[in-house]
């Protein structure tokens, strides 16, 4: 049913709460893979050294935060696990990577906009809702 699940974090409380239903959606349904991806928008290379290469390790540490937090969330697991940080536009990117990897199932936390701004642009759950190869799973 669900052998493939992409968890998409952004270490905030949602995608926290996503982990943490993930997991234990993947221990119910015996999943085979749990992927936990999370997106960041490209680093411009216009930035120049030594402020590229400290963007770079502040990026890398603060990806490795967010996945050790998320790997408590989802706790012990029958699924393999992976990780992947990824750059690009969010909701884009989740959808590829499900594609790519052939995912049953896309997990991921709300974060609604307010304002204009999310009545104009959507949100990103709302983007990879409507594009998604998949049935996509929104946790508050």
């Known amino acids: 049913m669900f052998d493939d699940i992409?968890?998409?974090?952004?270490?905030?409380?949602?995608?926290l709460h996503a982990a943490k239903l993930a997991g234990d959606l993947a221990r119910a349904v015996k999943a085979q893979h749990l992927r936990i991806i999370t997106v960041y928008d490209p680093i411009p290379s216009t930035l120049g050294e030594p402020n590229?290469?400290?963007?770079?390790?502040?990026?890398?540490?603060?990806t490795q935060a967010i996945f050790d937090e998320t790997l408590k969330q989802v706790g012990e697991s029958p699924a393999e696990i992976h990780t992947e940080m990824i750059e690009g536009q969010t909701a884009e990117k989740i959808v590829e990577v499900a594609s790519i990897r052939n995912s049953d199932l896309i997990v991921m936390g709300?974060?609604?906009?307010?304002?204009?701004?999310?009545?104009?642009?959507?949100?990103n759950s709302q983007k990879v809702v409507s594009q998604a190869p998949c049935p996509v799973l929104i946790v508050r």
Not at 6 to 15: I, M, T
Not at 110 to 123: K, Q, Y
């Open 110 to 123: 709300s974060r609604g906009r307010s304002g204009l701004a999310g009545v104009l642009l959507g949100s």
């Open 52 to 62: 590229l290469s400290r963007t770079i390790g502040a990026r890398l540490q603060e």
């Open 6 to 15: 992409l968890v998409a974090v952004d270490g905030s409380e949602h995608g």
